[in-house]
Each structure stands twice: as structure tokens, then as C-alpha cells.
């Protein structure tokens, strides 16, 4: 850049900051001019401390970017593109950069490849779980009406037989039923109820759920508060999510306490984040409550981990595979979604609500 440029750097880039592609400035020389927010976002730092910082740094191999880098400074490329590991706070992550030579300044994109698969899985899950539902409701309510009637005939069947052995039959077809109906009630119930909206902290409902899980599995699963105490008050409707809440931290501690393994040192995290510019679905939003559950158990089963929000999918021997659909539907009606990553030993599954209505 001339040194002549009476433009503040921060001024000339600022409009970087109103994209979600991560944007770094630098100067021939590889030193670090500005970064964009997405930047900041993804590295977990501030602006201030990539300023004068080489653009290789941020990568573990710091080498093989150099000669992309390179490449483009001496060859007078128009556009390079690079694939590698960035060294973030306590993670790594891989990224496609591609770099743009810009009169005397070099702009590089970053992609975080994970992201970016996550985001497309999040939309095919949430369209497929909603074509799901819609069946399975559908289903449902056919099964329903002759429920009603074949449990009343069983009851006059009842009445009629005078072997009481006989009733032990008309009892359990009776039993059968009811627990049929239950299944179907809670296939249709959450479609029928609309939202209850209150304007509240999110700590609220962590600290009622927190309650409720030491109660449950005290001395078993350790379970570790990280707030950010600084999250502004939410509109939503609070029973609805400590009933989400509430179904994924008890999937997570359901799944280290029946790990194959025994898992050392049980431990359950619940973390509240604000993201900001996050792009959800299909919207940006400015702000983005995020409500992580972390465990250290066994990770979602292999066989499922596609269908796991899809009505009637469980990897447990007594569930019933509703919790995590009934979960996502909730927070869909509140304009937000449930993602997840999972591998042995760490599965995180994240609450995404909106902060605004409004979006970009
Ligand atoms: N944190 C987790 N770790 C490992 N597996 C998980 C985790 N969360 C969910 N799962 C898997 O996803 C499946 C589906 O969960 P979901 O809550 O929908 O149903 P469920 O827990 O089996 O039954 P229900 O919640 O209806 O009693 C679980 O059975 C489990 O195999
Ligand atoms: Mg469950």
C-alpha cells in the first residue's frame, strides 16, 4: 500500500466485515494489514492481535504457504489457492484459502471445510426431518382413531368372559394399546401447540436443567457450567427449551453411562456462546445464541448418525427415538436448529437460536 494513502486501513476494508468469507489483507511481505470479523470469529482473537503478524503463522504448515504465497508475490499470479490446517486457541481446522493479488496488497479467503459441510448438512437434515415428520403425523393419526375403538371392544370382551385366565388376554391387548396411543400423542403433539414467548435469560433454564441433572446423576457424570455471562435476555418460549435441553443432555449422559467402555472421568459440558454474523439455514443473522452440550462418551453410533433427528431412531435398547426429533421440531418453531459433531470421546451437540427476528 502507497504510504502516501491518507485512508485509515480499517476504513478501506471495513466493508470485508459485512461478509461471512473469512478475509485477511496483507502486504507483499507476508505481514497481516486487517482482518475482517469472520476472521476474528473463526481464530477465536481479535483484530488487533493478527496486525503485524505473518499471514504463514496462522498456518501449521507454515512452509508450504509460504511457497504459495510466494508464488503469487514474485509471479505476479492473479490468484492462488491453498489447502491446510489453521492453528486456532485450543483446535486446529482445515481451510481452502485462496489468495488474490490486489495492486500491492494480497487478500486471502479462507473456507473452513467443515463448516461449510456442516451448514449443507444442517439444511438436508432439517428439510428431510420436516418430510419425515409430515409422514410419520400422517401415520399417526390414522393409527389413532381405531385405537380408541379396538380398546373399548377389548374392554366389552372383558366383561364377557367368565374364564379369568382368559382376561390376562383382553388385559394385555388393553395395556398394548394404551402404550400405542401414548407413542402416537407424542408423534402428534408438537405440531398442535403454539408457542408460549417470555422474554428471559437462557441461564434460567441451563441452571434449572443443571439442577435437575446433578439430582439425577449425582457422583456419576461431573457436570461443568461455562457461561458467557454477558448473553442479552432471549424471547422464547421457556418450557420448550428446558424440554429440549433437557432431552439432550439426558441423551448425552445416557450414552456415557452406557458406554461399552466404562468412561474415565464422566464429564458433561454446558456452554453458552454468542456467535455473531452466523449464517443459519438459509438466513444471516447478527446474533446467535448458541447452547453447546459437550460429553466425553462414546460418540453417536455409526449406523445412525445420519437419522438421528428422524422420529423413531435410536441406537438404545429401551429408547424410543423421539427425544432428539421432538427436539429439533421445538427449536425449528423458534426459527433455529440443533447440529452436531461427534467422534469417540467428545460429541457436541449445539442449540442455535436466533437472538433478533429481523435478519439481513
Ligand atoms: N450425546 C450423544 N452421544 C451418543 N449418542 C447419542 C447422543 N445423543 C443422541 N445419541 C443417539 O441418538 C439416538 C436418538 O436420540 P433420541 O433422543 O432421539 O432418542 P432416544 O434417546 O433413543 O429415545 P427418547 O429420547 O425418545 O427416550 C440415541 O438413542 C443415541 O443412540
Ligand atoms: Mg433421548
Not at 198 to 217: G, K, M, P
Not at 260 to 284: F, G, M, N, S, V
Request: aromatic share 6%.
Amino acid at each position: 500500500m502507497s504510504s502516501t494513502t491518507l485512508t485509515p486501513v480499517a476504513q478501506q476494508w471495513q466493508t470485508f466485515d459485512l461478509l461471512l468469507t473469512c478475509i485477511i489483507v496483507a502486504n507483499e511481505a507476508g505481514q497481516i494489514e486487517w482482518v475482517n470479523s469472520a476472521t476474528q470469529n473463526l481464530f477465536e482473537r481479535s483484530r488487533r492481535s493478527f496486525i503485524g503478524a505473518t499471514v504463514a503463522s496462522l498456518f501449521e504448515d507454515k512452509e508450504s504457504f509460504q511457497k504459495a504465497f510466494d508464488t503469487i508475490v514474485k509471479r505476479r499470479s492473479v490468484s492462488v489457492a491453498f489447502s491446510g490446517g489453521i492453528a486456532k486457541f485450543e483446535s486446529t481446522e482445515t481451510v481452502n484459502a485462496v489468495m488474490h493479488l490486489s495492486h500491492d496488497n494480497i487478500i486471502l479467503e479462507l473456507h473452513p471445510i467443515e463448516q461449510q459441510a456442516l451448514s449443507e448438512r444442517s439444511i438436508r437434515l432439517a428439510r428431510e426431518l420436516e418430510i419425515y415428520q409430515e409422514t410419520f403425523r400422517n401415520l399417526a393419526h390414522e393409527v389413532k382413531n381405531p385405537l380408541g375403538g379396538i380398546r373399548g371392544a377389548a374392554q366389552l370382551l372383558e366383561l364377557e368372559l367368565e374364564n379369568t385366565d382368559h382376561q390376562e388376554y383382553t388385559k394385555v391387548i388393553i395395556a398394548e394399546v394404551d402404550r400405542l396411543q401414548q407413542l402416537v400423542d407424542r408423534l402428534i403433539k408438537p405440531a398442535q401447540s403454539g408457542l408460549q414467548l417470555s422474554v428471559f435469560n437462557i441461564h434460567e433454564i441451563c441452571e434449572r436443567v443443571f439442577t435437575l441433572l446433578n439430582a439425577e446423576y449425582q457422583g456419576k457424570i461431573t457436570f461443568v457450567r461455562d457461561y458467557d455471562a454477558s448473553i442479552p435476555d432471549i424471547k422464547a418460549d421457556k418450557a420448550k427449551l428446558v424440554q429440549v435441553y433437557l432431552n439432550i443432555c439426558g441423551n448425552a449422559a445416557q450414552a456415557i453411562l452406557g458406554a461399552k467402555e466404562a468412561i474415565e472421568q464422566p464429564k458433561i459440558i454446558l456452554r453458552t456462546r454468542i456467535l455473531h454474523r452466523y449464517l443459519l439455514l438459509d438466513k444471516i443473522y447478527r446474533m446467535v445464541l448458541c447452547l453447546s452440550v459437550i460429553d466425553n462418551g462414546p460418540g453417536v453410533p455409526a449406523n445412525i448418525v445420519d437419522r438421528v433427528f428422524h422420529p423413531l431412531v435410536t441406537g438404545r435398547a429401551n429408547g424410543t427415538g423421539l427425544g432428539l426429533s421432538l427436539a429439533q421440531e421445538l427449536v425449528r418453531q423458534h426459527g433455529g436448529l440443533i447440529e452436531f459433531d461427534t467422534v469417540p470421546g467428545r460429541t457436541e451437540f449445539r442449540v442455535l437460536l436466533p437472538m433478533e427476528d429481523s435478519h439481513e
